[in-house]
């Protein structure tokens, strides 16, 4: 079914929509009300709250320690109750560390990383992709062929060269990847503005005198905005999954740090005895990641008007 | 035909170049490569020779130039540890890495087909939402975990299959799979919606109205058109493939490119971090130029100019 902002009367699948075209306040349902409807939505934005709010009060809950360790109860299986009746929920790492306690403090990492990296690249992308598509010819066509030289180096071989000769580090790592990861933007956004600047008001604009970065600014940024929205969205998950990997190969951030991917590589070494050290941190990722791309797909069902209505 | 082939490679050619570039930039971004690589017993005199023998004592653009023009000969320098050709390293495991891409590619394309194809004509049913559950856990899940979890079920537990290496045969089965299940939940998905498109054609529709059955309207009528979004996103999936064989590599020690290239990183080898990466972008790119000349073949309509 199409749903365009042309017809909405197409758009109206629930009586909240009726009601929304009826009493006119809004002629697109609100992201809210399509929430309520979602289940794939409601999943993914439930789990990133909760993620979120973890990662924000995790210093103030855990249950013990996570940096400093407990010498005497190393490897400790999951469940395990210490002789001065500290338990610990997953278990102890090589250095009687509270696994469940670094979980919670590594979301931190996670969080910050997947959001700021994000920020920067999509900042980066939506700048590049704008100017690339709007001056057309030459130029484009050269900017193109710099985003095809950065996407023939897969994003992670990318990151990890790079990180490997930078060196490691919070700072680093996010400035890395957001640097890295502006491209696929680039791409996506520099396609929409080729098609939002064919459109009539565009013309009119132009018509009527506008200066270009008006133009640029005003009628056709808020029409590839929502592109870069759901890219966005995609995106984080992907940087975190990137993050993990890097700080599991040592080239992301250094211990004392606290991350997932650096109790992965913990975990490495003693796979053969303490499974309980590489088994919940991956869990921990698996589900953030889940979260994000339910709450991508959803993103992209709901703004994206080119996908919207297909599946 | 040709001339679209000929231009596909002149792009890809000028592609690599500027790769190189980047490649030759990156390796000098922390400032003077001896300084980090030399040992820490030599003094200024003995760094100073280094960097004529490597030729770093020249200017930047003049050290691009001689890379470059050894580059296209096969040439990218002696590699600092192991002493032998950098060129030499990168082939020896280039087959590896191919071959375990191509191994996750048979498994990705064998799982995500059936599966897509099914959810899209079973659509919503509990089939269909089973598959895509799957596939959204396999898209959020770090491939190397996956890896890391078959090791602790396959070579712990059951002591069936070798936890690291390529000398047995059956060491390739965990790698494989573990690259395998991300490309086969990613590509699922977009099979099922490039099947959703095709099956609301009207072609589609005056299929089935003559009669034809189920089997006759996906393979002969739908597949094809959906073939061509399927075979764009599995060219850029190669390169997400071939990213994350870095990782997979290094927890299965495949001896493959990704793990020759961090452990090139680690004891900062530039020349072979260099001619990795080259290689790298020149199988993506390869792969992708053949990938548009098959649509061609798929889709006679599709014309080039």
């Known amino acids: ?311 | 035909m040709q001339q679209f082939i000929a231009t596909r490679i002149v792009q890809g050619l000028i592609t690599l170049i500027i790769v190189s570039f980047l490649a030759f930039f990156l390796v000098r971004l922390k400032g003077d490569p001896v300084d980090i690589t030399a040992p820490p017993t030599f003094n200024e005199d003995q760094k100073q020779r280094l960097r004529e023998l490597w030729g770093f004592d020249k200017p930047l653009a003049e050290q691009y130039v001689i890379f470059i023009t050894r580059a296209v000969t096969g040439d990218f320098g002696i590699a600092y540890l192991s002493k032998r050709p950098a060129m030499e390293l990168v082939i020896e495991r280039l087959g590896a890495t191919w071959l375990l891409a191509g191994v996750a590619s048979l498994i990705g394309l064998s799982v995500a087909l059936p599966l897509g194809i099914i959810s899209s004509l079973k659509r919503n049913s509990l089939f269909d939402l089973g598959s895509t559950m799957l596939a959204s856990i396999g898209t959020a899940m770090p491939s190397f975990w996956l890896g890391l979890m078959m090791i602790i079920f396959f070579s712990v537990r059951l002591r069936l299959l070798p936890a690291f290496g390529a000398r047995d045969p059956s060491a390739i089965i965990m790698p494989s799979l573990t690259m395998g299940v991300g490309m086969a939940a990613y590509l699922s998905r977009l099979t099922r919606s490039a099947m959703l498109e095709v099956l609301n054609e009207d072609y589609v529709r005056t299929a089935y109205s003559k009669g034809l059955i189920t089997r006759t309207v996906v393979f002969r009528h739908a597949m094809k058109n959906a073939l061509i979004p399927i075979m764009t996103v599995f060219g850029l999936q190669l390169g997400w493939l071939l990213g994350g064989s870095v990782v997979v590599e290094s927890v299965f020690s495949w001896p493959g490119l990704g793990r020759l290239m961090i452990d090139s990183i680690g004891v900062r080898d530039n020349t072979v971090v260099q001619a990795a990466l080259l290689f790298f972008s020149l199988s993506f790119i390869s792969i992708n130029i053949v990938i548009d000349i098959l649509y061609a073949v798929i889709d006679p309509r599709i014309r080039f100019d």
């Open chain 1, 1 to 311: 079914m199409s749903t365009g902002p042309g017809q909405p009367a197409a758009a109206a699948q629930s009586e909240e929509d009726v009601a929304t075209l009826v009493t006119g306040h809004s002629r697109q349902p609100s992201l809210l009300s399509l929430l309520r409807r979602s289940p794939i939505g409601l999943i993914g934005t439930g789990i990133i709250s909760l993620v979120i709010v973890l990662a924000v009060i995790s210093p103030l809950i855990v249950p013990h320690d996570p940096i400093r360790g407990n010498l005497r109860t190393r490897y400790k299986p999951p469940g395990f109750i210490g002789d001065d009746g500290a338990f610990h929920l997953l278990g102890t790492d090589q250095l009687g560390r509270d696994i469940f306690s670094r979980i919670l403090v590594g979301s931190r990492v996670s969080v910050l990383v997947g959001v700021v990296a994000v920020m920067i690249a999509g900042t980066i992308g939506v700048l590049y992709g704008l100017t690339s598509g709007f001056l057309g010819g030459r130029v484009d066509g050269f900017m193109m062929r710099i985003c095809d030289a950065m996407l023939s180096i897969p994003f992670v071989i990318r990151v990890v060269a790079i990180s490997g000769i930078v060196g490691p580090g919070l700072v680093t790592l996010i400035l890395i990847l957001g640097l890295s990861g502006w491209v696929t933007y680039a791409r996506v956004i520099r396609g929409e503005v080729l098609k939002a600047r064919e459109n009539d008001y565009v013309l009119a604009a132009w018509s009527i005198g506008q200066r270009p970065l008006w133009v640029v600014l005003h009628h056709i940024l808020p029409n590839v905005i929502a592109s870069a929205i759901v890219l966005a969205a995609l995106q984080v998950g992907i940087t975190m999954l990137a993050e993990s990997s890097l700080s599991f190969l040592g080239l992301g951030v250094k211990p004392p740090t606290v991350t997932w991917g650096i109790q992965l590589a913990d975990g490495k070494s003693v796979i053969n005895s303490a499974w309980w050290m590489t088994a919940y941190p991956g869990i921990a990722i698996t589900i953030t990641v889940l979260g994000v791309v339910f709450l991508g797909d959803w993103l992209r069902d709901s703004l994206d008007p080119n996908v919207r209505g297909r599946d």
